[in-house]
Nanobody
Framework: QVQLVESGGGSVQAGGSLTLSCAATGPTGSSYCMGWFRQAPGKQHEAVSMLAGTGTTSYTDSVQGRFTISKKNGVNTLYLQMDNLKPEDTAMYYC??????????????????????WGQGTQVTVSS
């Protein structure tokens, strides 16, 4: 059973950068769809970025060009590099994984109910 542990959240001013990490205990090979969701107070989970087993990446429109998802296989860790942060990026960020989502469907269109493995979340706060 894969477990996920996020780190790297914090408080920054608008325009700043943060890098979130998601360490996976257990194998998350090419069969896994992994990604990041976020949830702001009073709002539903929003898919931010996905990484398919094929290496294909997907981003929601509001973060395109500012966020970069990547994975370091040697240490089994997923990253989310967040640059030019905006106050509207403030949310709890969650790492999620699923071995049942085929690569063509591993996009930000995938809903949270499709992911069976979640991390505990890490808070990102961006002040103006």
């Amino acid at each position: 059973q894969v477990q996920l542990v996020e780190s790297g959240g914090g408080s920054v001013q608008a325009g700043g950068s943060l890098t979130l990490s998601c360490a996976a205990t257990g194998p998350t090979g090419s069969s896994y769809c992994m990604g990041w969701f976020r949830q702001a107070p009073g709002k539903q989970h929003e898919a931010v970025s996905m990484l398919a087993g094929t290496g294909t990446t997907s981003y929601t429109d509001s973060v395109q060009g500012r966020f970069t998802i990547s994975k370091k296989n040697g240490v089994n860790t997923l990253y989310l590099q967040m640059d030019n942060l905006k106050p509207e990026d403030t949310a709890m960020y969650y790492c999620a994984a699923s071995m049942y989502i085929a690569s063509p469907h591993c996009t930000v269109a995938a809903g949270p109910a499709e992911f069976g493995t979640w991390g505990q979340g890490t808070q990102v706060t961006v002040s103006s």
